[in-house]
């Protein structure tokens, strides 16, 4: 048998070893860096000395609360390769979110961003009882109240390492996903599921990344790892760019001209408003080949935009946290180019076709396989060497989502008779926000939490520019003189603002379905029309 070598270290060894010379730009707060592959090699093993004096062991988890910068991406590696499990944490998650999610995962180690990201440990510090080291991930450490030390202190200058031989199926990373239900659930990530996904990137069928490329990462690296793509980008020996915490699109748009960046990806909403961004200010994005999109739908009329106008294709991607994200493009195939614009922006619209390595299959309610024949729809299945068979600790949630192998997404989509895939509806109550989610759930348990709130009912409505908010329908105790503010104010002591419903209904009776429920699609066309009638909020 071949020497199985499907772990991080090939991907590390390769840049380091054939693209020494290739560049890593990075924008965190205290500085812009630029650096090469060969200096990244120095810092990734300094890093990997330095936690290992922490006593980060294999098997070890380490926490990651940080934006997209060199530091972060450094601990990418040195935390896999050293053995260790990188468990990247939403830096926007409600206090509650981010102490659960830390205790459940037992990280002995926080890398944290300066500024908010610290500002949240510090809020939950108490109530989290396995961290035995904090990270400053900067230069030095700001005022803080807890133990912490400085990233660039614990980078061993000049240091060696011997890297472990590791088993391809040694967890590597770690991701947190809000549910539908209950807590949010973590999953796993092994070597060669790193190894296949970034693979699967660079593939033609998927981003089809090279060495040519310049790749800038505009996905936060909170996010299932960036999608993948700093790990695609460096098995394939690419320029990286990192444009640092929450940047503007006035930035990234400048970075892409001053970087000559090619390839990108991010959810819809920033590719909208940098759309915006563009229409009144003149800044060059030539170099820009295409972006990868994805997360909720890409509308149309977008994608048109930037190909019309500014010759960037926009594909269109779908996945899954529990798929390690991309796992479809939607792209015309080669045929298809001799097609009408028209016919291929209908395919380009769609949720795409399946990368290479992946199994699918959709099945009805009677779990029964549908036709693929772009009308009738069910569940998307899937199944690979890049798919979760679990969640960890939730024997639950493993027993609702997985059958076997097989991931039920809980997407409905249907599949036409060239093999795309259209998402038509979500099977989950959970809201996406400009990427991020919120739990329609958590905030009617809040909301009924309120004395004077006898049902509460918090679902999705369509946004131009966040593609989903928050809106809530509530029935009131009679003599109540709640007001949307008051109910807002409430929501706020608990949760970030942007978790807050945009638009707050009062009703009699909330509607329900057959078994009791909330009828959250009753719900949704109840607000369509009362939008239509009447002024909703108080
Ligand atoms: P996450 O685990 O946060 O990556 O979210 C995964 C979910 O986002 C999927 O199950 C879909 O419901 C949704 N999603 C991802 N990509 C797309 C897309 N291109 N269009 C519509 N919904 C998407």
């Known amino acids: 048998m071949p020497s199985s070598n499907m772990t991080l270290l090939s991907y590390f060894t390769r840049a380091t070893q054939l693209f020494p010379e290739k560049e890593v730009v990075s924008c965190p707060p205290d500085g812009d860096q630029r650096y ?7 810092r990734v093993t300094g890093l990997a000395v330095g936690l290992a004096e922490l006593g980060v062991a294999e098997g070890a988890r380490v926490g990651t609360i940080g934006y997209n910068h060199h530091r ?7 935390v896999p390769l050293s053995g260790g ?13 981010v102490s659960y999610i830390v205790n459940d995962a037992a990280d002995s180690v926080l890398l944290v961003d300066p500024g908010d990201p610290l500002e949240t440990v510090e809020r939950v510090w108490d109530d989290i009882d396995c961290v035995e080291h904090v990270v400053v991930m900067s230069d030095s450490v700001p005022d803080t109240t807890l133990p912490a030390v400085a990233y660039d202190d614990i980078v061993v ?3 060696t390492v011997e890297w472990p031989e590791l088993a391809p199926d040694q967890p590597a990373g770690m991701c947190y996903t809000s549910g539908t239900t209950g807590k949010p659930k973590g999953v796993e990530y092994t070597q060669s599921m790193l190894y296949a996904h970034g693979m699967m990137l ?9 060495e040519s490329d310049v790749v800038l990462h505009t996905v936060p690296m909170y996010h299932v790892n960036a999608w993948g793509l700093p790990y695609a980008a460096t098995v394939a020996g690419a320029k990286q760019v990192f444009p640092g915490p929450a940047p503007t699109v006035e930035e990234l748009a400048h970075l892409i001209e001053a970087e000559g960046v090619t390839l990108t990806g991010g959810v819809p909403t920033v590719w909208i408003s940098m759309l915006e961004y563009l229409e009144d200010h003149d800044v060059d994005i030539s170099s820009l080949d295409r972006i990868v999109a994805g997360g909720s739908a890409v509308p149309e009329g977008v994608m048109r935009t930037y190909e019309e106008k500014y010759g960037v294709t926009i594909d269109q991607a779908w996945g899954m946290t529990e798929t390690m994200s991309i796992s479809s493009v939607s792209r015309p195939k080669s045929y298809m180019r001799e097609w009408t614009q028209e016919r291929q922006f209908e395919k380009r619209a769609k949720q795409g076709i ?13 779990g029964e396989e549908i036709s693929w024949d772009g009308e009738t729809f069910g569940e998307l299945w899937i199944r690979g060497p890049t798919v979760v068979d679990e969640y960890y600790n939730r024997p639950d949630a493993t027993a609702d989502s997985f059958e076997g192998d097989w991931l039920k997404t809980g997407d409905i989509v249907t599949v036409d008779g060239h093999g795309y895939i259209e998402l038509v509806d979500r099977d989950k109550d959970i809201i996406k926000s400009g990427g991020e989610y919120i739990s329609s759930i958590e905030l009617e348990n809040q909301l009924m939490g309120h004395d004077e709130i006898t049902e509460a009912a918090v679902f999705a409505i369509p946004h131009e520019k ?3 908010r928050p809106a809530a329908t509530l029935k009131l105790r009679p003599e109540s003189t709640l007001t949307a503010d008051d109910v807002r104010e409430f929501l706020s002591e608990s949760y970030p603002r942007w978790w807050l419903p945009d638009t707050i209904l009062f009703v009699d009776e909330v ?13 949704r066309e109840q607000f369509e029309q009362t939008t239509l009638e009447q002024t909703p909020d108080r």
């Not at 499990?85 to 979110?97: E, K, R, Y």
């Open 466 to 468: 966040w593609q989903e």
């Open 354 to 366: 399946l990368a290479p390595s992946l199994d699918m299959k959709v099945v009805n309610t009677k």
């Open 157 to 159: 200058e000049d240091a």
């Open 72 to 78: 972060h991406y450094e601990a990418y590696f040195a």
């Open 511 to 523: 509607p329900k379905t057959a078994t009791g429920k909330f009828d959250k699609k009753r719900l």
């Open 202 to 210: 660079m593939s033609p069928a998927s981003m089809c990344i090279d």
């Open 36 to 42: 090469t592959y060969a200096a990244f090699a120095d």
């Open 85 to 97: 499990q990188l468990h990247t944490i939403n830096a926007v998650l409600p206090d509650s979110h």
